[in-house]
């Protein structure tokens, strides 16, 4: 059976730097590009990546809806969502919004809800993997699920919306 590559492209702010990087993965490989440069990766753990065969030690922690920041060998990176990508948007929205979105780039592993029940705030509606760590999904308010957009084991973007909440009538 043939492994199933996903592709993504995500812009980053670097200080002032607005930098392209898209990612072609399948499973824990893949392909990198950055600027015009192309960086091969294997992830060999929750805290090790091989690129371009060498080893690093890394940690990546979301600090917000749309932050990152990323230790590689003992060096610590903030990157931020592009404006131009967020259309605007900040995590402050995102709290208030009725959409569950993607913490990180993963896969679903389960959805603890379906279409039409009603959910409260903060509560537990799913679990994504992302890097061999599980993630919980929580409603971002109280409500009903009015739309899921994903299945579980299915490859998902960061920030991609997974389900909306509508208000309960």
Not at 145 to 155: H, L, N, S, T, Y
Request: net charge positive; glycine share 8%.
């Amino acid at each position: 059976m043939a492994e199933r590559m996903t592709a993504r492209e995500v812009r980053w702010q670097i200080g002032d730097r607005n930098v392209i990087c898209r990612i072609e993965q399948s499973q824990e490989h893949g392909t990198v590009q950055i600027s015009g440069t192309s960086l091969s990766f294997r992830l060999l753990g929750s805290a090790q990546i091989e690129i371009d065969g060498k080893r690093h030690r890394f940690y990546a922690s979301r600090t917000r809806s749309d932050s990152v920041s990323v230790w590689i060998d003992g060096h610590t990176y903030h990157l931020r969502r592009s404006a131009t990508e967020n259309s605007g948007a900040t995590g402050e929205s995102h709290a208030t919004s009725s959409e569950v979105r993607a913490l990180m780039p993963g896969k679903l592993l389960r959805l603890t809800v379906k279409v039409g029940d009603v959910v409260q705030e903060k509560q537990p509606v799913g679990v994504m993997e992302s890097m061999k760590m599980e993630s919980p999904l929580l409603a971002p308010k109280a409500g009903r699920v009015a739309e899921i957009r994903f299945k579980p084991g299915e490859a998902i973007d960061m920030s991609e919306v997974l389900m909306r909440i509508d208000d309960q009538a």
